[in-house]
């Protein structure tokens, strides 16, 4: 299960990338609209805009590597969420209110900096998702800056 | 081969918006991380920061190709970077250069005393990608 500090710290977050590598081990990057929990609470699910999409399913179907970054900006709290791909979907609904919040919740964050003559191109940036991709969580690591980056958070290292 | 980056990308790199970078292990693992630097070194090289041994440090090591997206958000435009590590560089201009850019940047986002520049490493430019976005006015 995925440890209920990450949990919260999902409702927190507002920005995210995902990444993939083909079967050559080039990387490729991936935008990234929304998150939430799978219903097994060791599954997440990605949503990406249609623009996130060159490279995405080809590699996760030759390999399933999966990684995503996610950040509460301006604290700079950041995890990266390394697993196996397990399933993809067109969006839904309810998928769309998540991203929909999410923007917003960035948004905001971002205004308090930048005033309101960020919002537009903020709204523009937090491209409507398309694809949702379930990945079963492995491994979580912490990416905050500073000497702790890099520890592995789940599973504990020993 | 590499390939030149376009003159127009250059503001980009200077915008403060974090670029975000993916890399691959031997093992085949990605890795994707938040970078605040990305430098324009030459036509064809830029450099980023080693600010930690990190993932991302091991990885090019054992597997040079990198892939930076340069996010610019008031111009609707994303920057897809294909590259190849090349070299690291402890001295000289470069270096100079990046590490008075990461104080800066350390200082306006708080991260004073975090951000250290260790070394800059140098990459080849094997593609570039420019990819806009529509603006969806009233959203």
Not at chain 1, 94 to 114: G, K, T
Not at chain 2, 20 to 25: E, F, I, L
Request: a negative charge.
């Amino acid at each position: 299960m995925i440890p209920g500090k990450i949990v919260r710290f999902l409702d927190r977050a507002n920005v995210s990338h995902a990444g993939t590598r083909d079967r050559n081990l080039v990387p490729h990057g991936h935008r990234v609209s929304g998150w939430r929990l799978g219903a097994d609470g060791r599954t997440l699910i990605v949503l990406l805009p249609e623009g996130a999409r060159a490279h995405l399913l080809e590699s996760l179907e030759d390999n399933g590597q999966f990684a995503v970054t996610l950040e509460e900006y301006p604290a700079h709290e950041t995890y990266q969420f390394k697993g196996r791909y397990v399933r993809h979907r067109p969006v839904d609904g309810e998928d769309i209110e998540v991203a929909d919040r999410l923007r917003e919740r960035f948004l905001n964050s971002v205004i308090q900096f930048f005033g309101e003559s960020a919002a537009s191109p903020v709204r523009a940036f937090s491209q409507r998702p398309s694809l949702a991709v379930e990945f079963l969580v492995d491994e979580i690591y912490v990416q905050t800056p500073g000497p702790g980056a890099g520890a592995r958070l789940f599973p504990a290292e020993a | 081969m590499a390939v030149r980056l376009p003159e127009e990308i250059r503001p980009v790199m200077d915008n403060g918006i974090p670029a975000v970078m993916v890399t691959c292990s031997a093992a085949g693992v990605p890795n994707t991380t938040v970078i605040s630097q990305v430098y324009y070194v030459d036509e064809t090289h830029v450099a980023l920061s080693f600010q930690f041994f990190n993932k991302t440090i091991r990885n090019v090591r054992e597997n040079p190709r990198a892939n930076v997206t340069l996010q610019d958000i008031p111009g609707f435009t994303l920057w897809i970077l294909d590259l190849e590590f090349d070299h690291s560089e402890t001295e000289g201009p470069v270096f100079d250069a990046m590490d008075m850019q990461i104080e800066a940047i350390a200082s306006a986002t708080g991260m004073s005393g975090i951000f250290k520049l260790r070394a800059a490493d140098v990459y080849r430019v094997l593609a570039v990608e420019q990819q806009r976005y529509e603006q969806t006015p009233g959203r």
